[in-house]
C-alpha cells in the first residue's frame, strides 16, 4: 500500500495545502491498482470525476488529489494472451478516454484493424495484442472482422513512433490486413464517431497499409462546387444520386432547411447527360403567388398588367438542361396542376398564349415538409407528388452526420480565412466538442455561417468556445466583449493572471488554463530557438504532446524564432 497525503511520514509525500495530510492510498495487488479516498477534505478525482470509496485505476487515469494531478504509468506489459476486452467493456474504456482526452487536452488515437477474411490471423493478432501493446493501451474485436485498439497519448501525426510500431506488429501478424485510424477531436469527440471513422479508414485501406480517417472523407468535385462527404449514409446517398443521374426519372430532395438539397440536386445534373446545359434555380417559397405562374412559363407582351415585354419561364429557360424546384410544397395548387402537365407532356404554354412550346428538361424538386401527409390533407396534389417522388432521396441533417461535423468546420474555417486573406486558424479542442453536441437547427448552413463569423471577429489564431454565439454553447447569456478578448488591455506579462474587478465576469477556467499553457510554450520555443524538443524539455512536457498541442493552438515555431505572438 501507498500512503498518499501532506503528512512527512506519507509514503508519497504531496506539499500543497490542498492535499489532506492523510489524503488517499494506492492499493497494487497482481498488477491491478486500486485507490481509496481517505475522506480528505477536497476529495479525489480519477478523470474529472470525485470518487467514494475504492475506484481501480488504469494506466493514463489522471488522478487529482485537491490541486495535485498526476497520471498513472504502469511500468510493465501485460503478456497474458487473453488480452483483449470484450466489446461493451472496450466501449465504455474508450468513453472514458475520450472524457480525458478532451478534459485535459490530450492525444488519443482510435486505430481499427479488418481482417482479409473473418477469423483468419485471429490468433496471431491477440498474441501481438499481448506482446507489443502497452498498460496504456487496450483492444478488443467488435465483431468476427474487426479490431479496434485504443491508443491513449498517441496523437496520429505522421511518423509517430508509437502508432508506426502497433501498426507493424499488427500488419506482421496479419499480413493483408487494412488498417485505419481516427484522432479526438479532430476526428470526433465521442466514442460512437470515433470508432466509425476508423472503421471507414480501415475499409478504404488497401491490404496491408494504414489510412487516416482524415484522408477517408470524399471531396465530390462537381464543376465549381465541392462537396465534402464522410458519414458512411453521405457517402452512400451520393453514389445513389450517381445512379439515379443515369436515368431521366424526375428526383424529389427531402431535407431539413440547410442541409444542403441544393448540392444533392446540383450532382443529379452534373452525372447526368444534360451537365452541358443550363441548371436552373427557383425558390418556390420567395416568389408570389400572383407571379409564380409567370415565372416558371413565362408569359407574353400585354398578358397583364405591367407585362411590358414578353418574357421566357424558367422552364423554358432551361431547355436541354435541369430545373430545381426548391420548397415545391410552396407551390399553389393551380399551379401544382400546371406542372403535372409539364412534366406528363412536356409542353409549356405562357401566359397569355394558347400556342404550346416544346421544352426538354428534367425537374429535380425539394421540400422540408411531409408533401405525403399534405397530399392526403389536400395541400398538394396527389398525383404531382406520385410523379415528382419517382425517385426521392432523404438528407439526414447535420446533428445525425457527427463524423461530418469536424470536417466541415474546418473546412469552411479554412475557407473563410482565404477569403479575408488572414493566417489559417485552428479550432481548439474544446470548440470541437462544443460543436459536435450542438443541434444544428439550421444545418451546413448554419455551421458555414459560424465559421465565418469566427473568421471575421476572432482576433487570435485559434477558436475558443467563448468566442462562439451562446446558443451554440449553452450558455445562459453572451459573455461581454471585454471578458472575451484574446488580450484584454493590461494583461499580465507570462506568468500572471490578472483577477477580474470583483462582480465582472470570468473566463472559464479551462479558457485561463490553456492561455497559460500557450504562454509558456511560447516561452519555450523563444528560448529555445524554435526548436521543440529542446522547448518541450524546457517546460518539462513530452515531446508528443508539445506537438500535438502546438498543433491544437496554432502555435508555429518559425514564429516562436522570430519571437511573434500567436494569438
Not at 485507490?35 to 470518487?51: A, E, F, H, P
Not at 496491408?208 to 464543376?223: E, V, W
Not at 442541409?259 to 408570389?288: D, M, Y
Not at 483577477?499 to 473566463?507: D, I, Q, T, W
Request: net charge neutral; charged share 25%; with cysteine.
Amino acid at each position: 500500500m501507498v500512503l498518499l497525503g501532506r503528512d512527512a511520514e506519507a509514503d508519497l509525500s504531496l506539499r500543497d495545502d490542498s492535499v489532506s495530510r492523510r489524503h488517499a492510498r494506492l492499493l497494487l495487488k497482481d498488477g491491478e491498482v486500486r485507490i481509496t479516498d481517505l475522506d480528505s477534505q477536497n476529495g479525489t478525482l480519477v478523470n474529472g470525476r470525485r470518487i467514494e470509496g475504492t475506484h481501480p485505476l488504469v494506466s493514463g487515469d489522471v488522478v487529482t488529489l485537491g490541486a495535485v494531478a498526476a497520471v498513472l504509468r504502469a511500468g510493465t506489459r501485460p503478456v497474458s494472451p487473453h488480452r483483449t476486452l470484450a466489446p461493451e467493456v472496450l466501449l465504455e474504456r474508450l468513453r472514458e478516454e475520450v472524457e480525458r482526452s478532451l478534459r485535459y487536452s490530450r492525444p488519443l488515437a482510435v486505430l481499427t484493424l479488418v481482417l482479409p477474411e473473418s477469423g483468419a490471423h485471429r490468433e496471431a493478432v491477440e498474441k501481438a495484442c499481448a506482446t507489443e501493446f502497452g498498460a496504456a493501451e487496450a483492444a478488443g474485436w467488435l465483431d468476427d472482422a474487426h479490431l479496434l485498439v485504443l491508443l491513449p497519448e498517441v496523437s496520429g501525426e505522421p511518423g509517430e513512433e508509437n502508432l508506426g510500431e502497433q501498426v507493424g506488429a499488427l500488419a506482421m501478424a496479419c499480413p493483408g490486413a487494412r488498417l485505419g485510424y481516427a484522432v479526438c477531436p479532430s476526428d470526433g469527440c465521442d466514442a460512437e464517431t470515433l470508432v466509425a471513422a476508423a472503421r471507414a479508414a480501415a475499409e478504404g485501406a488497401s491490404p496491408g497499409l494504414l489510412r487516416a480517417a482524415a484522408d477517408s472523407a470524399s471531396r465530390l468535385t462537381l464543376a465549381e462546387r465541392v462537396i465534402l462527404v464522410a458519414d458512411p449514409a453521405m457517402v452512400q446517398l451520393y453514389a445513389l444520386i450517381r445512379r439515379l443521374a443515369a436515368s431521366e426519372l424526375p428526383v424529389l430532395v427531402h431535407g431539413e432547411t440547410g442541409v444542403g438539397k441544393e448540392n444533392a440536386a446540383f450532382a443529379v445534373h452534373h452525372w447526368s447527360r444534360r451537365s452541358q446545359g443550363p441548371f436552373i434555380t427557383l425558390n418556390c417559397a420567395a416568389i408570389p403567388e400572383g407571379l409564380v405562374e409567370s415565372e416558371l412559363f413565362g408569359h407574353e407582351k400585354g398578358s397583364f398588367t405591367g407585362a411590358a415585354t414578353a418574357k421566357t419561364g424558367i422552364l423554358e429557360s432551361a431547355h436541354g438542361g435541369t430545373v430545381f424546384l426548391d420548397e415545391v410544397g410552396e407551390l399553389p395548387l393551380p399551379i401544382q396542376a400546371k406542372l403535372l402537365r409539364v412534366l406528363e407532356t412536356k409542353r409549356i404554354t405562357r401566359v397569355g398564349e394558347v400556342r404550346e412550346r416544346s421544352i426538354d428538361i428534367r425537374i429535380v424538386a425539394a421540400t422540408h415538409r411531409d408533401l405525403e401527409a399534405d397530399s392526403q390533407a389536400g395541400r398538394f396534389r396527389q398525383d404531382l407528388y406520385f410523379r415528382l417522388g419517382a425517385a426521392t432521396v432523404l438528407l439526414p441533417p447535420l446533428r445525425e452526420r457527427p463524423r461530418e461535423i469536424s470536417l466541415l468546420a474546418r473546412a469552411f474555417l479554412a475557407q473563410a480565412c482565404q477569403t479575408l486573406g488572414r493566417r489559417e486558424m485552428v479550432l481548439a479542442s474544446d470548440t470541437l466538442r462544443v460543436l459536435s453536441r450542438y443541434r444544428w437547427p439550421g444545418n451546413v448552413r448554419e455551421l458555414r455561417n459560424l465559421m465565418d463569423y469566427a473568421a471575421a471577429a476572432v482576433a487570435g489564431d485559434v477558436v475558443e468556445p467563448h468566442h462562439l454565439p451562446a446558443r451554440v454553447t449553452g450558455a445562459a447569456s453572451a459573455e461581454p466583449e471585454a471578458a472575451r478578448t484574446d488580450a484584454a488591455p493590461g494583461a499580465p506579462a507570462a506568468g500572471g493572471v490578472t483577477p477580474p474587478a470583483p462582480g465582472s465576469p470570468r473566463k472559464p477556467l479551462s479558457v485561463e488554463i490553456r492561455e497559460l499553457e500557450r504562454r509558456r510554450m511560447e516561452e519555450a520555443l523563444q528560448e529555445a530557438d524554435g526548436v521543440q524538443a529542446r522547448a518541450a524539455a524546457l517546460i518539462g512536457m513530452p515531446i508528443r504532446t508539445f506537438s500535438f498541442k502546438m498543433k491544437q493552438l496554432g502555435l508555429s515555431a518559425k514564429g516562436a524564432q522570430r519571437g511573434t505572438s500567436g494569438s
